[in-house]
């Protein structure tokens, strides 16, 4: 059976040298450059001023890059089913939680402790909004942010309501960069909707492809320096969204399988 046409709203972005989708796009497509120095990172406005100076950075960049969407797709945000998708979660935590617990555990952060799950950065939003519909956090390795996409897209296709998706990873820190490979900190987010908006930017046709699976490597030198970060397959779909092109894309789920879309712009 055929898999409904789907349509994408309000794509967003953030890099410390691609701070926003608009300068993002620009470098995607030669028109623009990357800036420099960097930026530091971002301050959600979603958060309270307390919160938003204690949240770590996995939940600053999944908030400012879904805050940056929701703005963009003209929805309301308490409205719309989530799914938030990092390959590791919080390495920073997660380092500072086995050195404690290794060396003194009675000096352990409840914060950080707080912090620790692959679901703070959604939870923190959902309350951040007032957001009661459905919640999801997704991991999937090197194939996270096409994972998440195919339960966006089947979510979005059984329920008939527009889906928020939102992906982001950091660096690895400690022992942990000795074995995992995520470098820099990156986010994307985007809405994904049953129907043609004013605020369509581009609509996609979507099945599994079976057969070996290759990564696509990013054609601008500015989405290559970002391909160090465990959310890199993003990257593709983003790129093509910037230039404008209609085009298939076919993005590994699995060394055998793919998530091929068929991509049509406006």
């Known amino acids: 059976m055929k898999t409904p046409t789907l349509y994408i709203e309000g794509p967003a972005f953030w890099a410390p040298t691609l701070p926003g989708?608009?300068?993002a796009r620009a470098a995607f497509t030669?028109?623009?450059a990357p800036v420099d120095p960097p930026a530091k990172r971002p301050s959600p406005q979603v958060l309270a001023p307390a919160e938003r100076r204690r949240a770590p950075d996995t939940v600053a960049l999944a908030l400012e890059v879904a805050s940056n969407a929701i703005a963009a797709s003209g929805r309301d945000a308490k409205d719309l089913p989530c799914i938030f998708a990092s390959a590791h979660g919080d390495l920073?935590?997660?380092d500072y939680m086995c050195g404690v617990l290794a060396s003194d555990p009675t000096v352990l952060s409840p914060i950080k402790f707080h912090n620790s799950v692959h679901n703070a950065a959604v939870g923190y939003w959902t309350i951040g909004v007032g957001c009661m519909a459905a919640s999801n956090s997704v991991a999937a390795y090197e194939t996270t942010f096409a994972s998440a996409l195919?339960?966006?897209?089947?979510?979005?296709a059984a329920d008939d309501q527009p889906v928020l998706l939102v992906g982001y990873d950091m660096p690895a820190v400690g022992a942990l960069a000795s074995i995992t490979r995520s470098r820099g900190l990156?986010?994307?987010?985007?809405?994904?909707?049953p129907q043609r908006t004013e605020h369509t930017v581009a609509a996609f046709d979507w099945s599994l492809?079976?057969?070996p699976s290759h990564p696509i490597t990013p054609r601008s030198e500015a989405a290559q320096a970002l391909t160090t970060n465990a959310m890199a397959d993003a990257l593709p779909l983003f790129e093509a969204l910037a230039t404008g092109r209609s085009e298939t894309l076919a993005m590994p789920l699995s060394a055998r399988l793919s998530?091929?879309?068929?991509?049509?712009?406006g």
């Not at 195919?150 to 979005?156: I, P, R, S, W």
Request: with cysteine; net charge negative; charged share 5%.
């Open 150 to 156: 195919l339960e966006a897209a089947a979510q979005c």
């Open 92 to 94: 920073g935590i997660n």
């Open 186 to 193: 990156l986010a994307v987010a985007l809405v994904i909707a």
């Open 259 to 265: 998530l091929q879309l068929q991509l049509t712009q």
């Open 209 to 211: 492809l079976p057969g």
């Open 21 to 23: 989708w608009d300068i």
């Open 30 to 32: 030669g028109t623009g």
